[in-house]
């Protein structure tokens, strides 16, 4: 074993923190001389520093849920914390921010136990589980990097193709540090398309709800490659992905695997959800004193704990997309708040009901997987495909089936069925943006069209200073 993993194993490691963030190399606290990397076992530390970064609040333990809702026209600010209030009326830069949150670390993670973990010895099964592991959750950060700050394949505007710098190998020290350019957006998802193929073919199979679905499995692969497909545009590529990873989880045609109406509320206070295809375990002892008051998506969501923020409710505009006997709209509590005006509304979905403000977060459930199919088959052209996956879904939440609908009113029937499936999921601007569509506000906030450069976020300027081969993104020049 390298001399340097083991400098970097026991703290100390070069940490760049003047250079591009991709390139850092900090210590990772949870690693002791004990979990040096020695055989295949002692990766598993490091896999577990690497979910770790998963539930950052930076990520999606809250900013990768709220910040893509207020952004668009899911949810409104009723207090002014200072926290969204730019994202809300999508003021110049005011974006999300992945580049220097610590997503960069973790793939630089990932890369080193994609590396180093074929120069020990040790269980072969094991090792094909964890690099499984590791392909899933670096797919998955350049997955969210590359739809924040590029463009998808085929929906570029005026030909702007770059994303983010793409690194496989790992950064151990000066001499593997380089400056690089954008790699362009296709270069990208081909990355995670590979690396994605790669985890499908480690990793295990398992069921939906299980405690199995902390960590990656060969559905949550499954799963987020059919997303990707139909962020891509691979549409027939999408509805097939869907229907395989619907198979391995025992999904049914008509619905069967997922819960019932009379039972979505609880499913969001039961741990795991019992349709979380990849969910993030959140324990007391991952969370500092002050950390679920402050940061937790209970706390700015809903008013159930003594000190909560509930700085965000729901715009008038998603209460409206709701059917009559919707499942979902239970899931906003009617309610007031000090200093805001009229009835608010405070989401039902995260309640801490592990106690204290915890909770765990689903971040891939089962009900996507019929959307993703939905729309997939009706952009080829199966409109009565894409409206039995539809119905499918909504007859497990209350409400009535779709008839006689095609073409653009079913793509907007689907868009409008994820819009309410997701709420406070962090789908909403990625689901308008993908598809080339004007941003949508609540009230009187200006729309956000399109072509406008706020649809991409811009790259932080210390990091395009440093690196002359760095170039922001049209409009933040």
């Given at each position: 074993?390298k001399?340097?993993?083991?400098?970097?194993?026991?703290?100390?490691?070069?940490?760049?923190?003047?250079?591009?963030?991709?390139?850092?190399?900090e210590?990772?606290?949870?690693?002791?001389?004990e979990?040096a990397?020695?055989?295949?076992?002692?990766?598993?530390?490091?896999?577990?520093?690497?979910?770790?970064?998963?539930?950052?609040?930076?990520?999606y333990?809250?900013?990768?849920m709220?910040?893509?809702?207020?952004?668009a026209?899911?949810?409104?600010i009723?207090?002014?914390t200072?926290r969204?209030?730019g994202?809300?009326?999508?003021?110049?830069?005011?974006?999300?921010?992945?580049?220097?949150t610590?997503?960069?670390?973790?793939?630089?993670e990932?890369?080193?136990?994609?590396?180093?973990?074929?120069?020990?010895e040790?269980?072969?099964?094991?090792?094909?589980?964890?690099?499984?592991?590791?392909?899933?959750?670096?797919a998955?950060?350049?997955?969210?990097?590359?739809?924040?700050?590029?463009?998808?394949?085929?929906?570029?505007?005026?030909?702007?193709?770059s994303?983010?710098?793409?690194?496989?190998n790992?950064?151990?020290?000066?001499?593997?540090?380089?400056?690089?350019?954008?790699?362009t957006?296709?270069e990208?998802?081909?990355?995670?398309?590979?690396d994605?193929?790669?985890?499908i073919?480690?990793?295990?199979?398992?069921?939906?709800?299980?405690?199995?679905n902390?960590?990656?499995?060969?559905g949550?692969a499954?799963?987020?490659?059919?997303?990707?497909y139909?962020?891509e545009?691979?549409?027939?590529?999408a509805?097939?992905?869907?229907?395989?990873?619907?198979?391995?989880?025992?999904?049914t045609?008509?619905?069967?695997?997922?819960?019932?109406?009379?039972?979505?509320?609880?499913?969001?206070?039961?741990?795991?959800?019992?349709?979380?295809?990849?969910?993030i375990?959140?324990?007391?002892?991952?969370?500092?004193?002050?950390?679920?008051?402050?940061?937790?998506?209970?706390?700015?969501?809903?008013n159930?704990?003594?000190?909560?923020?509930?700085?965000?409710?729901?715009?008038?505009?998603?209460?409206?997309?709701?059917?009559?006997?919707?499942v979902?709209?239970?899931?906003?509590?009617?309610?007031?708040?000090?200093?805001?005006?009229?009835v608010?509304?405070?989401?039902?979905?995260?309640?801490?009901?592990?106690?204290?403000?915890?909770?765990?977060?689903?971040?891939?459930?089962?009900?996507?997987?019929?959307?993703?199919?939905?729309?997939?088959?009706?952009?080829?052209?199966?409109?009565?495909?894409?409206?039995?996956?539809?119905?499918?879904?909504?007859s497990?939440?209350?409400?009535?089936?779709?008839?006689?609908?095609?073409?653009?009113?079913?793509?907007?029937?689907i868009?409008?069925e994820?819009r309410?499936?997701?709420?406070?999921?962090g789908?909403?601007?990625?689901?308008?943006?993908?598809?080339?569509?004007?941003?949508?506000?609540?009230?009187?906030?200006?729309?956000?069209?399109?072509?406008?450069?706020?649809?991409?976020?811009?790259?932080?300027q210390n990091?395009?200073?440093?690196?002359?081969?760095?170039?922001?993104?049209?409009?933040?020049?």
């Amino acid at each position: 074993m390298k001399n340097i993993i083991k400098t970097l194993v026991l703290g100390s490691a070069l940490i760049l923190g003047s250079c591009d963030s991709l390139l850092e190399t900090e210590p990772r606290q949870s690693l002791t001389p004990e979990s040096a990397f020695t055989d295949v076992e002692s990766f598993e530390s490091l896999l577990m520093s690497i979910y770790g970064r998963v539930r950052s609040f930076n990520y999606y333990g809250q900013t990768m849920m709220i910040a893509p809702e207020i952004m668009a026209d899911n949810l409104r600010i009723i207090a002014n914390t200072g926290r969204y209030i730019g994202q809300e009326v999508n003021a110049d830069r005011a974006h999300i921010n992945l580049w220097t949150t610590g997503v960069y670390t973790a793939i630089n993670e990932t890369n080193i136990l994609l590396t180093e973990i074929e120069e020990v010895e040790g269980d072969e099964a094991l090792r094909t589980k964890l690099k499984g592991e590791a392909y899933f959750l670096r797919a998955l950060f350049y997955f969210d990097l590359a739809r924040v700050y590029g463009y998808e394949p085929g929906q570029e505007v005026n030909g702007w193709n770059s994303s983010v710098i793409l690194r496989t190998n790992p950064t151990l020290g000066f001499s593997d540090a380089d400056f690089r350019a954008r790699s362009t957006n296709r270069e990208v998802y081909d990355q995670i398309e590979s690396d994605l193929t790669n985890a499908i073919s480690s990793l295990g199979g398992q069921s939906i709800g299980t405690a199995d679905n902390y960590r990656a499995t060969k559905g949550a692969a499954e799963t987020l490659l059919a997303r990707v497909y139909l962020y891509e545009g691979k549409n027939s590529e999408a509805a097939a992905m869907a229907s395989q990873a619907m198979a391995s989880m025992g999904l049914t045609a008509n619905g069967d695997g997922l819960v019932a109406a009379n039972a979505y509320e609880e499913a969001f206070n039961t741990f795991p959800n019992p349709e979380s295809v990849f969910e993030i375990e959140i324990r007391s002892v991952d969370w500092s004193s002050v950390d679920g008051v402050n940061n937790s998506m209970s706390s700015l969501t809903a008013n159930v704990f003594t000190g909560a923020q509930f700085i965000v409710t729901a715009t008038d505009e998603l209460l409206d997309s709701y059917d009559a006997g919707d499942v979902r709209r239970d899931m906003w509590d009617e309610t007031t708040r000090s200093g805001a005006d009229g009835v608010v509304y405070a989401s039902k979905k995260w309640l801490g009901s592990k106690g204290d403000f915890l909770e765990n977060l689903p971040i891939l459930r089962a009900s996507e997987l019929y959307l993703i199919r939905a729309e997939a088959r009706q952009k080829t052209g199966d409109n009565a495909g894409a409206l039995a996956d539809l119905n499918a879904l909504r007859s497990k939440r209350g409400v009535s089936a779709l008839t006689g609908i095609t073409g653009n009113d079913l793509f907007q029937a689907i868009l409008n069925e994820r819009r309410i499936e997701f709420a406070l999921e962090g789908h909403r601007w990625f689901d308008l943006k993908r598809n080339g569509l004007t941003i949508s506000k609540s009230g009187t906030i200006e729309p956000v069209p399109y072509s406008d450069y706020r649809i991409l976020a811009p790259l932080p300027q210390n990091q395009i200073i440093l690196n002359d081969l760095l170039e922001d993104n049209p409009g933040y020049n």
